[in-house]
């Protein structure tokens, strides 16, 4: 009897970590790092992020980025962010990569529960991972319960908007891309005017859907706007690689991906150009962005 109790006793342990493990991915952002990290557990396997790793170690080069990324935000957890940071509420930027509206259901933005807001109205869609599905079924068993209201029937006008949920809960709140920002460079100015105006305590944390593209994007402009001065754009793209982004260089349409390879060609042109401007003694700070490329082409 002993023996099968022993048994029992080590599933029901290995479910139970199982299952804390799943609900602890459920609760964290997507592919969630800080500009200080050194690399993710799902680099360790890669050679170059490994030596990346072991050299990183001594050197000084290298200005410390105050910023996240990720991607949609848990709100829940943005509390105990701050209380980590010892950071007051006013000096964190949460920075919205998307370019439409995002609706939350609680903690957790709509596409997290697999719907999304077409024409004003929820539209279900499919989650794939059979915890997720279990924790959604619970949050949303509860939300229906306190609201008194069946999700299906809910409108936009029933949610807030996380611009809405951000600035409730005192933070800064801004949406610096528009469509079409992979070609369309004009908006370069103002996010550098946005970079300038951090102070030197602020942290600034940017998402986008899945903290993939448009993050790494943002955490690349990000890093070489600190370090274009001390590192190489290899070392900022290997080390923003090796922390968890994307690998900018590899133009491959990502599979089941939602980029063209327009804008996977346009996005490694960008951060090229803008590791340039921010060496060119003639570029950042003496000229704009758009007149600098305007004089390198005349």
């Known amino acids: 009897m002993n023996k099968y109790m022993k048994i029992f006793s080590v599933i029901l342990c290995l479910l139970l970590a199982s299952l804390a493990f799943a609900f602890y991915q459920y609760q964290t952002p997507r592919i969630f790092r800080q500009g200080d990290d050194i690399i993710a557990v799902k680099r360790l396997t890669s050679p170059q992020c490994l030596s990346h790793a072991l050299s990183h170690f001594g050197k000084t080069e290298r200005v410390s980025l105050n910023v996240t990324g990720s991607g949609f935000l848990n709100l829940d957890d943005l509390d105990a962010f701050i209380a980590q940071k010892a950071i007051s509420k006013d000096k ?3 920075i919205n990569l998307h370019d439409a509206p995002i609706y939350y259901i609680g903690a957790h933005a709509l ?3 697999g719907y999304k807001m077409v024409d004003g109205k929820l539209q279900k869609g499919k989650l794939t991972s059979f915890f997720k599905r279990l924790f959604t079924r619970m949050e949303i068993f509860l939300y229906e319960i306190q609201s008194g209201k069946k999700i299906d029937s809910l409108t936009k006008e029933d949610l807030m908007t996380e611009k ?3 600035q409730a809960l005192g933070f800064q709140y801004l949406e610096p891309l528009k469509e079409g920002w ?15 105006s951090i102070p030197e305590d602020g942290w600034i944390y940017f998402h986008c859907e899945r903290g993939r593209g448009r993050t790494t994007s943002l955490l690349l402009l990000y890093d070489i706007f600190k370090n274009a001065k001390n590192l190489s754009l290899e070392e900022i793209l290997r080390h923003q690689y090796c922390i968890g982004g994307e690998d900018i260089e590899n133009t491959q349409i990502w599979k089941n991906g939602t980029w063209s390879q327009d804008e996977l060609n346009d996005r490694k042109d960008l951060i090229h150009e803008f590791y ?8 950042y ?5 758009i007149q600098w490329q305007g004089l390198k082409r005349s």
């Open 92 to 94: 964190i930027y949460i």
């Open 111 to 113: 596409d997290s529960y």
């Open 164 to 166: 809405e949920a951000i």
């Open 182 to 196: 992979t070609r369309d460079w004009y908006y370069i100015n103002d996010l550098l005017k946005l970079f300038e």
């Open 276 to 283: 340039d401007y921010m060496n060119d003694p003639k570029g």
């Open 285 to 289: 700070p003496k000229t704009d962005f």
